[in-house]
């Protein structure tokens, strides 16, 4: 079965950072994806960034330069390091395994950034 468990949330002021973790299990490597998304309250979910089952790597425009996606296949883990918080950063976060037949969500962890 397919899992996605994220953690590493939490509250900081504006400009700090903070580093995401997704343990992504039950699928072998090359045949999905992992993402990560974020959605906030009255607003539409965004992709934040991919690494794609080619290890491509893509990011939003609004988080290129500040945040990094990484993986550790040897600990089935996927990691969004994020610098230079902004408010606007302020969101559930999610982990998605995608694969070719369906995309696997986790439950999210909030990220929240104060001025």
Do not use: P
Request: proline letters at 0%; a neutral charge; glycine letters at 10%.
């Amino acid at each position: 079965q397919v899992q996605a468990v994220e953690s590493g949330g939490g509250s900081v002021q504006a400009g700090g950072s903070l580093k995401l973790s997704c343990v992504a299990s039950g699928y072998i490597i090359g045949s999905c994806g992992v993402a990560w998304h974020r959605q906030d309250i009255g607003k539409e979910r965004e992709l934040v960034a991919r690494i794609s089952r080619f290890d491509t790597i893509s990011y939003a425009n609004s988080v290129k330069g500040r945040f990094i996606i990484s993986e550790d296949n040897a600990k089935n883990t996927v990691y969004l390091q994020m610098n230079s918080l902004k408010t606007e950063d302020t969101a559930v976060y999610y982990c998605v395994v995608e694969c070719v037949s369906m995309n696997y969500w986790g439950q999210g962890t909030q990220v929240t950034v104060s001025s």
